[in-house]
């Protein structure tokens, strides 16, 4: 099993959507914008092992593919407006290149594989803006778009919708939150401290320390969650951490030890940094009313009939014609 398959081996998954707080969804057709950001790589190995599977006609597996649209579905019924998905076009990106040990598709299910292309398929049917990433990966498209969105006055709230700790990076206060719609759980500024022990602005540099076995790069010997978070909470970028322990003004188990290393393997914590910094200048949309859904287009039917699954149809077209009155 692959670095991406390990999280999501548990079944019985909700569905998602479903009991989405209301009271930050767009509370009318006119009201405040609300974005929502969708990881829809995570929403797809979600449902492939939260799900029971499903072989269409052709005898291929749709069972993800068709949870995740219904999925959507259920948030757009909910309230949602303006709505971004992004997915992993193929699995590797511009960070293979700069680490070998990066994450990459070996090992993974050929019935996920699948379903990728199909999904991105299904998502832009809807009429959902669909993010394909190919040089970059779906969490910098979220990042970018969540940035774009936060600097349009016009909207009230950005909702990254994902677990995924390298979001919690992009956390504003009040303004651009995380989600985790599994869990029912808003993430804030004060939520992400909570659970990491450093300001958002501090997780790049915490997933250096720490690293990231998701993502296939392994921090820095010694460096564990408590005592990196202690660190940052206090010196907030590698950068500005003293390299000698005496020079700390803070008490850490094997201060002396976790600082040599650091010296050591600065070059290396720099790297795993910049593997977790996600980036802000990959090309979403020109505007905030892009994000707006409009409607699934009329390649809905087709897709809806390939993963047996009419009631796509019946729900958008219901919901287009709610809308529009």
């Not at 050929?110 to 993010?131: H, M, W, Y």
Request: proline share 5%; aromatic share 6%; net charge negative.
């Amino acid at each position: 099993m692959g670095v991406w398959e390990c999280r999501f081996r548990r079944r019985g998954t909700p569905d998602p959507g479903r009991g989405v707080h209301r009271d930050v969804l767009n509370v009318g057709h006119d009201g405040p914008v609300i974005v929502h950001l969708i990881d829809g790589t995570y929403e797809l190995f979600r449902q492939h092992f939260g799900r029971p599977g499903h072989i269409n006609a052709a005898g291929h597996e749709v069972g993800a593919v068709r949870a995740v649209l219904r999925g959507m579905l259920s948030l757009l019924e909910e309230g949602a407006t303006h709505v971004g998905v992004a997915t992993d076009h193929v699995v590797e990106s511009f960070r293979n290149e700069l680490y070998t040990g990066y994450k990459t598709g070996e090992g993974m299910d050929p019935e996920i594989l699948a379903q990728f292309g199909p999904l991105e398929d299904g998502l832009r049917a809807l009429g959902c803006v669909t993010f394909a990433m190919v040089e970059y990966e779906a969490d910098d498209a979220l990042a970018a778009a969540a940035a774009l969105a936060a600097a349009d006055p016009r909207v009230d709230k950005v909702l990254i919708c994902t677990p995924d700790k390298d979001l919690a990076q992009c956390v504003t206060a009040g303004r651009v939150l995380q989600f985790d719609r599994r869990q029912q759980k808003i993430f804030d500024v004060e939520d992400v401290v909570e659970k990491f022990g450093v300001l958002p602005e501090s997780i790049p540099d915490w997933l250096g320390l720490v690293g990231d076995t998701a993502d296939g790069f392994p921090g820095l010997p010694g460096w564990g969650a408590k005592s990196a978070a202690a660190v940052l909470a206090r010196y907030v970028h590698l950068e500005q951490i003293p390299h000698a322990p005496g020079q700390w003004d803070i008490t850490v188990r094997g201060g002396a030890k976790l600082a040599r290393t650091l010296i050591d393997q600065f070059e290396e914590a720099l790297l795993f940094r910049t593997l977790a910094t996600l980036a802000l200048d990959v090309p979403t949309v020109g505007n905030v009313d892009e994000l707006r859904w409009a409607g699934p287009t009329t390649d809905l039917a087709a897709v809806a009939k390939t993963l047996d699954a009419p009631d796509l149809m019946t729900r958008a077209k219901a919901l287009e014609a709610a809308r529009a009155s």
